[in-house]
């Protein structure tokens, strides 16, 4: 339980660093307070446990405020487009946890800087509102009609970009349904059902079923290309590459990144790019860690060289690699110049992993 709460606090610290605007919306901290409070007083409620999403106050006070939704979803809430609710088995403690933390920073125990605020983290904040309001929406549309094929598809899709994994086998489960109900000849909306269903047991980790059919995808779209956009035929080789990774296939993986980014679009050509980095990153970390041979020490160091100078500067993930890599050898001031790199160089960022990599930086600097 301690390494939750623990989980749970950094989270809640690392939003109030990344969004410090929240700290100028009281009524917002209160309403947070408030919510969590209540609940502890009456766990054994239902109605008290979930808060309507469509409710005037909530929409205003939490999810319009950067920050304050993810504070929610950090102590364990969720959401089914309708509700925004705690499960029974969320504990109290983390409750309690989340309480305290806020009320840290209203008396100025914790103290966050408004130098943190990037571009990134106010798109982030504005892409989660989006998410929400879309969820919300689809589940709308479902409830008018729910065998409505573009109905289950938007519906599908903000589960699935909400993270409602508790909804995701009754989701694939209306997708296998409406497949059966299609025409063998509407081959778009075959393989949007398709992509949609490998999407999901992507995120479910679900490996070995999810290649199975990003490959029924792929049949389609190779010989039927001139049906698709590029975005469609991008976002295919982008996920074709998460499988490939999933399947510890990094190296195909990357191939199919570079496919991706070929036809992506400026907006997630970003996204793209950071993905196949990590993804070498990784292979070539772990290459060396693995079996600490001269040569694997030489890939590694080059590679890693290769994706900082030629491919993306300062790469958070391949810059604390290769400081680790570089300690791992002994050699400790190649090492310390690479934490201190990404420590000051690259700046705060809602992008997963970047904090924590500059938090564990910061922790390993102090003890060489």
């Not at 109290?92 to 008396?107: A, K, M, R, S, W």
């Not at 290649?211 to 035929?233: A, H, P």
Request: proline share 1%; with cysteine.
């Amino acid at each position: 339980m301690e390494s939750v709460l623990s989980f749970v606090e950094n989270k809640i610290h690392q939003t109030f660093k990344l969004y410090p605007s929240l700290l100028q919306h009281s009524d917002t901290l209160i309403l947070l307070k408030n919510i969590m409070s209540n609940i502890i007083k009456n766990y054994s409620n239902e109605n008290i446990r979930k808060i309507k999403l469509s409710n005037q106050k909530f929409n205003e006070k939490i999810v319009q405020v950067e920050g304050a939704f993810e504070i929610l979803r950090h102590v364990g809430f969720r959401t089914d487009g309708e509700f925004i609710y705690l499960p029974n088995e969320i504990k109290l403690q983390i409750l309690d946890v989340g309480i305290t933390i806020i009320e840290g920073y209203e008396q100025g125990k914790f103290i966050v800087s408004k130098e943190n605020v990037t571009k990134d983290n106010t798109e982030n904040t504005i892409q989660s509102t989006v998410k929400l309001t879309n969820l919300i929406k689809a589940s709308e549309e479902m409830k008018i009609n729910d065998k409505d094929i573009n109905n289950r598809l938007n519906y599908a899709k903000a589960i699935e970009e909400m993270k409602q994994f508790e909804s995701y086998d009754k989701v694939i489960d209306l997708l296998n349904e409406s497949l059966l109900t299609i025409e063998n000849n509407d081959l778009i909306k075959k393989y949007n059902l398709l992509y949609r269903i490998a999407s999901i047991q992507y995120t479910q980790q679900n490996f070995i079923e999810s290649i199975k059919t990003i490959q029924k995808c792929q049949e389609i779209i190779e010989n039927n290309e001139k049906l698709f956009t590029e975005q469609d035929i991008s976002e295919f080789h982008h996920l074709y590459a998460c499988i490939l990774v999933g399947c510890k296939k990094p190296l195909e993986g990357a191939l199919e990144f570079d496919k991706s980014l070929k036809y992506t679009s400026s907006t997630t050509y970003k996204n793209t790019l950071r993905q196949k980095c990590n993804t070498l990153t990784t292979f070539y970390f772990e290459l060396y860690c693995n079996e600490p041979t001269d040569d694997n020490y030489n890939t590694s160091i080059k590679e890693l060289l290769n994706i900082l100078e030629n491919v993306w500067n300062n790469h958070e993930h391949a810059l604390l690699c290769l400081a680790m890599i570089y300690q791992k050898h002994g050699e400790i001031e190649k090492s310390i110049h690479y934490y201190r790199k990404l420590v000051e160089e690259c700046p705060d960022s809602a992008e997963d992993g970047i904090m924590q990599a500059k938090d564990y930086a910061k922790r390993l600097l102090s003890t060489l």
